[in-house]
Structures are given as C-alpha cells and as structure tokens.
C-alpha cells in the first residue's frame, strides 16, 4: 500500500486544473465583460433616448450638426448590407469551389501548398488589404469602368470578399472532409462519376457545415472596419449600383469615436451601432455555430 | 458445377498489389467461372479486400495502391476499359461495414439506376424489385422515404446489397459482408446469395470459414498474398486440399 500523502504529482495536478479553469472561465468572463460595457455605455441611450424610427429610416447621419444632431443609420446598414454583400457574391463561389477542389480533387503535395497558402491569406493583417483596395483597386477600377472613383462597393466588396474567403474555404474544406469515406466509395463503386458523387452524395451531406462557412463569412465582412474604411469610400450614401461610395457602421464607429466626448449624445449613439454590430454577429455566428452542432449531433 | 465447361468471367493473371514497398498480393493467378459463387478466405492482411478493389479499379482512389499484371473481366483487361464509370456500373459491391447514403432508403436504391436515366415508375419497379430481392421489402415498404442510416446494421447490409442488385450487376463482389450483421439476418442473406447466382456472379471474400463451406463452389486460400489453393469448395473443406496450410486453415488450427 502506498502512504496517503500529498506528492508532486498531486500538487501539479491541482495547479493544472486551477490554470486550465481560469482560463477557461476568464474566456467566457472577456466577452460578458465586453457585453456588459457596450451595454452600459450605449444601451439605455438606444432603449429610451435615440429615436428608432429616424435611426432605422433614415440614411441622414449628421452627429455633429448643430442645433440638432441628425442620428439616422440607415446609409449605414446599407453601407454594410452592400459592401458585405457584393462580398459574397465574390466569396461563396470562389471560396465553396477552392474547398471542393482542396478537399475532393487535389492530392499530396499540391492538397498541402494550397491549404498552407489559404491560411497564409488569412493571416494577412485588414489594413493591407485596404492598402490594396487604396493603391491597386481603385486605379483599376477608374481605368477599367471609366468611373470618377474608386472607392466603391465594388472596391470594398471584392477586397472583403477576398478576405472572408480564407475562412470559407477552411470551414467548407472541414466540412467535405467530415463526410465518410464510405460514402464516396460506396457511391463511386456503383459507377459514379467524381462530379456526380460530389454533387449527389457529398454535398447533401456537407450542407450544414457548408452554410455556416457562408455565415461565418457573412459575419467576418460584417465586422471588418479598416479595410472597408479604406476601400469603401467613407461616403454617406444610399447606394443605387456597385460604383457607388459608401460608408459601413463599423467604419462610422472607428472614425467617429475618437473625436466624440465621452457620454455626448455622439458618443452614445455610437455604442448604440455597436450593439445593433454585436446582435447581427451574435447571431450569424450563432446560428453558423448551431449548424456546425447539428451536423455533429446528427453522426453521433 | 464442371470447371472445365464453364465460361470465365473473370480471369486473374499474375496480379500483384503493392502499398508503397508492402506486397499485398504476390502473382496471384486463377479464374472465376459465369454463375458460380466464389469463395476466398484466408487470415486478415492476406490481399482478399485488395483482391476485390482491383477489379473495379478502386485502387484508384487509394493513393499509393499499385496494381501490376491483368484482370480479365469477359475477356478484358479491367485496365484497358476506357471508361470506368460503365465498368463499375456493372460490378455490383457489398462493403463489409454497410453504408447508407445519406439520403432516403428509396434514394438509396434509385441511385445507380437514376445514374443509368431511369425514371418514373420503372424505378419504382426496380426499387421494389430489389429490396424484395434482398429481403427488406416487407419492413421497409411503408417508409421508404425515411433516411437509410437510420436503418438497423442488419437492415442497412441488406439495403446495400439491394443498392448493389439495383446496377443490375454482372459480377457481385461481397466483402466480408456478416461483419456486422447478426446471425439471422446473415442467413437470409446467405439464401439470397444462392438464389442470385443464377442471375450473375458472386465473388465472396470471408473470414467465416463455414460460410465459404456452406456457400461456395468454388474456394481460393490467400495467405500473406499469396494465393495457396483455388479448388472446388467440397476439396478443400474435405482433407483433399493440396496443401497441408489449407487444411490447417479450414480445420480451425489457426488463422
């Protein structure tokens, strides 16, 4: 029989399991936090003081004019909806093709290269990709469309769709790769062609995991600032066409907040779009993460 | 049946399988007669799985799977068919853990036929047929439009060997297809087997020495990838075998 006594072992065991809960919890405790502030700087300003039905309709935001302050987001959103849109109407295409072709087609060394190379995108930091969207899309958008300017929801939306599109593909690639082998084989045994199987067998299969690689994308160019800062033209506009400037929420906040006094009405109503920012991410994500469960739970 | 009389379905010559540097099969060469159900059994590792994906080039879907040597299929190298889809189309296969395709048990049935151009009400014909066949219609019929996976093990393999009936097949390859299966259901199967048959070949791969015994009419013995026997069943269950291995193997005295 061994002695009952506190050793080593048990004694590092007990600090790892102390580590391992602090973080874990303090996790969880960042984004109550984060909430908690958002919340407490802008929500009983936008609950009993802004004026939704100017903040919902109206495309006039004047937060500085005087005697009296215009606090209308609708330009915004469709600052946002556009610029995210036209992202991905760029992105799923590309992104659904490359994870097809990365997962069902491409073997060894040329699997590896490309995975390596769509992490490699993501890890490119957003205020290059606005530079990009500054110096290289803007001339050729001009050049090309023989347009005034460049900085359009074309510019924004194909620099989004770009970087959204990293994310897409890893998510759509997992989700293709969750799919049995047996499934492939089985289908392909029986005089299958690879299209025929990938569009009959696998794809029905992937189809959760597949639209919340959409969604997660969706929310990824729903919360990108800089480069849509840079590329989108920062214009207050309800845009009509894909040549048209226009200014996102998350790009309003990030140059606006810096120059408002802290508690000002300006200062609230910014919070205010960050929490109509933090709903419509809370729930893409949310909604991409219960698909990506529910495709899980269903194997299980 | 009189081997000598029969016509070849498939004809095995100095087929060699290799996994990068492993041998899986080493010059393996017999014939496969029309109509015959045939038997290989040998230990685990033995090249009995290898054996079955070359026949309708599987091996291309495995990355390092190396196949040397001919695989005559009526008459033609497996090899040179230049479309593989219609060769696979016309081999039917029984995978030893069943697979339902994710989707309805109809779905799953209709595939190979849908592949072909088949609608309409011939497809339901050809479902019914099959699952009949297979000896699932009776408890299926009344939700066919529920998932296959949700099928029990023993209901799944016999969805797959309607699945594998509905190409129509000329050649039913079955791999160890009772690994998952109960004993009830692997007798009925086993009936269904010997009624087939007279449609088509069977070529079945097991570990369960007796069901070769109570299936087969003619056996092969792989051992290590090497092919040590093919003779008629009741030779080699009957201490007739040529070699001392074979006996060993089917007596139970290791393997």
Redesign the interface.
Known sequence: MLEDRIDLAWVVDRITQGVVFVGGVSAILFVIAIFVFIAQQGLGFAIFELDKGVFFTSPAWRPTSEPEPQFGALALMAGTASVTGFAMLVSVPFSLGAAIYIGEFATGRTREFLKVLVELLAAIPSVVWGFIGLTIMNPLIIEVFDVPVGLTILNAGVILGLMAAPIMTTIAEDALKAVPEGYREAAEAMGATRWQVIRQVVLPSAKNGLVAAVLLGVGRGFGETMAVLMASGHAINLPTSPFDSVRALTATIAAELGETARGSEHYKVLFSLGILLFIVTFVINLLADVLVRGRKGKRA | MAATTATEKLKVRDLTIRYGDTVALNGASFEVYENEIFGVIGPANSGKTSFLRAI?R?DE?T?NMHVSGEVLFNGKDVSHWRNL?????????V?P?P?G???SIYENVA??PK?RGVRGAELDEIVERCLTRAALWDEVKDRLKSLGSLLSGGQQQRL?IA??LS?EPELLLLDEFSIAVDPVTTMRIEDVLKELKEEMTIILVTNLVQQARRLADRTAFFLNGEVVEVGDTAELFTRNAQDQRTTDYVEGRFG
Do not use: D, E, K
């Open positions: 309708n599987m879907m990355s889809y219609a060769l696979r189309s016309r081999i039917g296969v995978f853990l697979v395709l994710p989707m595939f190979a592949l797959t699945r594998a190409q």
